[in-house]
């Protein structure tokens, strides 16, 4: 991972002789992060992958004009939570599926997936989530697992904090029922 | 960015009488070996791949357009204005818009086009909605130039950069 601030990482793209270093060095600080955002909400490691490139491919496309009134952190979180949540989107639609098909479909890549190594107690907490909402999925997820402060996850998913906050605490809740029943 | 100190988001959970409080959990995912160290360079790979400097050639009107930036545009409008046809009526030999909104929805709902292909195409062409129109010799009509910005800004926001670079005048 690279120590460079994110000022200094977007001052060398767009003032240094070499912006592809500057970008590769981007990857490299933010590819974990995105890429563990993104398959906890789609799952398989494959969709994940694709799309964790996608995201970088849109970034490289438009970080010319990034006018950094928000965080290079927060909007490519952005970029990755809505590209995400389109793929679950288009899924859905392709399938003509129900909500609670494709979260069962979800939940039955996780049992098959050579990629996954939690114990007992992991997988069914993500089996639980699996039965919320994509958007609260990516709430609970960001404040759950990415530890996010409240005010980063509202530039991210582009709602109040407040809103957030009492999604998350419905999400708990239906996540306690899940693994209580 | 400063993450939440954990403390704070187990009170949360204790608050909310969740038993996920009584400890930290992990996902549980995994990825192949050497996954991250290969990532950056496969990006690369693919940004090369689609470097907008092999499809720039010199456009008719003198300003340097890509072609295919160009066509992507012309699509696109062909695009929304067809989705806005749908939801005319004939109204004495005239076309008319029964419901703006609805159609807004259409267009929304119209997802085999990339909006990120879409934006990068019209911004990258220097192109205003008044040049898409001009270019494909449609009159001037106020419901189809609203529906556009609409959209335009509407995939502005969604990643989040400024509507009016590619909603306003160039010149």
Do not use: C
């Given at each position: 991972m690279t120590n460079y601030s994110d000022e200094e990482l977007l001052d060398m793209y767009s003032n240094g002789d070499n912006p592809d270093y500057a970008f590769n060095l981007i990857v490299r600080k933010y590819q974990q992060a995105l890429y563990w955002h993104i398959r906890r909400l789609v799952v398989v490691h494959d969709d994940a992958n694709d799309i964790v490139q996608d995201v970088f491919l849109k970034a490289w496309g438009a970080l010319g004009r990034f006018?950094?009134?928000?965080?290079l952190y927060t909007w490519l979180y952005r970029i990755a939570t809505n590209e995400a949540l389109t793929f679950l989107k288009r899924k859905k639609n392709r399938y003509f599926l129900p909500f609670i098909d494709v979260g069962k479909e979800l939940a039955e890549s996780l049992e098959a997936d050579v990629y996954y190594e939690g114990n007992e107690i992991e997988k069914e907490i993500q089996k639980a989530i699996l039965t919320l909402p994509d958007k609260q999925r990516a709430v609970f997820s960001l404040r759950?697992?990415?530890?996010?402060?409240y005010e980063d996850m509202a530039a991210i998913m582009g709602t109040s904090q407040g809103a957030l906050k009492a999604s998350y605490h419905h999400a708990v809740k239906k996540i306690e029922k899940y693994i209580g029943s | 960015m400063t993450k939440e100190p954990p403390e704070n988001i187990r009170q949360e959970l204790i608050e909310a009488g969740s038993?996920?409080?009584s400890g930290r959990h992990r996902d549980g995912f995994s990825v192949p070996d050497a996954y991250f160290d290969t990532l950056p360079q496969k990006i690369q790979e693919k940004i090369a791949e689609r470097k907008p400097s092999d499809y720039r050639i010199p456009a008719l009107t003198g300003r340097k357009k890509p072609v295919f930036v160009f066509i992507a545009s012309v699509v696109a409008f062909v695009a929304i204005t067809g989705l806005l046809m749908i939801r005319h009526e004939a109204d004495n030999g005239h076309l008319a818009l029964t419901d703006d909104a609805f159609s807004m929805d259409l267009i929304s709902l119209y997802?085999?086009?990339d909006p990120y292909f879409i934006y990068e195409a019209v911004l990258e062409s220097d192109m205003t909605v008044d040049e898409l129109q001009f270019g494909l010799e449609i009159e001037e009509n106020d419901d189809y130039q609203h529906a556009l910005n609409e959209y335009l800004e509407g995939i502005s926001d969604y990643y989040w950069q400024d509507a009016n670079v590619i909603t306003d005048p160039v010149n």
């Amino acid at each position: 991972m690279t120590n460079y601030s994110d000022e200094e990482l977007l001052d060398m793209y767009s003032n240094g002789d070499n912006p592809d270093y500057a970008f590769n060095l981007i990857v490299r600080k933010y590819q974990q992060a995105l890429y563990w955002h993104i398959r906890r909400l789609v799952v398989v490691h494959d969709d994940a992958n694709d799309i964790v490139q996608d995201v970088f491919l849109k970034a490289w496309g438009a970080l010319g004009r990034f006018r950094r009134d928000a965080g290079l952190y927060t909007w490519l979180y952005r970029i990755a939570t809505n590209e995400a949540l389109t793929f679950l989107k288009r899924k859905k639609n392709r399938y003509f599926l129900p909500f609670i098909d494709v979260g069962k479909e979800l939940a039955e890549s996780l049992e098959a997936d050579v990629y996954y190594e939690g114990n007992e107690i992991e997988k069914e907490i993500q089996k639980a989530i699996l039965t919320l909402p994509d958007k609260q999925r990516a709430v609970f997820s960001l404040r759950y697992y990415d530890e996010m402060k409240y005010e980063d996850m509202a530039a991210i998913m582009g709602t109040s904090q407040g809103a957030l906050k009492a999604s998350y605490h419905h999400a708990v809740k239906k996540i306690e029922k899940y693994i209580g029943s | 960015m400063t993450k939440e100190p954990p403390e704070n988001i187990r009170q949360e959970l204790i608050e909310a009488g969740s038993t996920l409080s009584s400890g930290r959990h992990r996902d549980g995912f995994s990825v192949p070996d050497a996954y991250f160290d290969t990532l950056p360079q496969k990006i690369q790979e693919k940004i090369a791949e689609r470097k907008p400097s092999d499809y720039r050639i010199p456009a008719l009107t003198g300003r340097k357009k890509p072609v295919f930036v160009f066509i992507a545009s012309v699509v696109a409008f062909v695009a929304i204005t067809g989705l806005l046809m749908i939801r005319h009526e004939a109204d004495n030999g005239h076309l008319a818009l029964t419901d703006d909104a609805f159609s807004m929805d259409l267009i929304s709902l119209y997802s085999s086009l990339d909006p990120y292909f879409i934006y990068e195409a019209v911004l990258e062409s220097d192109m205003t909605v008044d040049e898409l129109q001009f270019g494909l010799e449609i009159e001037e009509n106020d419901d189809y130039q609203h529906a556009l910005n609409e959209y335009l800004e509407g995939i502005s926001d969604y990643y989040w950069q400024d509507a009016n670079v590619i909603t306003d005048p160039v010149n």
